[in-house]
């Protein structure tokens, strides 16, 4: 799964990538190193009028026909799967994709001693992207309405199993206008090449999602 992600990008950085084509004024980007579910992430979706924009939403997609802006139980992630039938997913992965950027995500080892948190990341220390879907709810009754996302999860390639059966689908920049226009169907939810990736313990400062620091990918 992914429970836990880092994004250091600057603004220059995401609009450069991801071919961003609003005229909205450059947000501060602060850098974010225990991204967790509740929280709002950048997410990049493309507008109604065309083109892309980058948006903030709150990670854990809540369905437009719930009764309220929560759920239940946890939409933090999809599962490249089911996410085309299942109920909360289904219409957003039909409709609503967009691209999560990231520099790196957390896994955890149990040991004797605690939670070890790992952080995976690219070998070259370039971006990863992933899969997701977002959705809007309301406003209903006084409450306003909330942009909210997931991520889409698939089996984890050899390095990731490791600490997890799970791991984000990334994409390739060649692969960003077939997600978003859903052209792909699902074909593009697939592992991402170990080579390409490295993993290491990092502090456990990770492990509360009190702690957003850079002493959070310090070395254990």
Known sequence: MCGRYTHRLSWREIH????????????????????????????????????????????????????EPRTTYSTINARAETVATKPAFRDAFRHRRCLVPASGWYEWEDRPDGKQPWLYARADGGVLTFAGLWE??????????????????????????????????????????????????????????????VARPVSRRVNSVRNDDAECIDGA
């Open 16 to 67: 450069d990538l991801y071919r961003l084509t609003d005229t909205v004024a450059a947000p501060n980007l602060e850098p974010r190193y225990n991204m967790a579910p509740q929280q709002r992430a950048p997410v990049v979706r493309t507008m109604a009028a065309g083109g892309r924009e980058l948006a903030f939403a709150r990670w854990g997609l809540v369905p437009a026909w719930s009764k």
């Open 136 to 197: 809007r709810w309301g406003p209903r009754d006084d409450k306003p309405a909330l942009d909210s996302f997931t991520i889409i999860v698939c089996g984890a390639n050899p390095l990731a199993a490791d600490k997890h059966d799970r791991m984000p689908a990334i994409l390739r920049p060649a692969d960003f206008d077939a997600w978003l226009d859903g052209s792909s169907g699902d074909a593009l939810l697939r592992p991402w090449p170990d080579d390409d990736l």
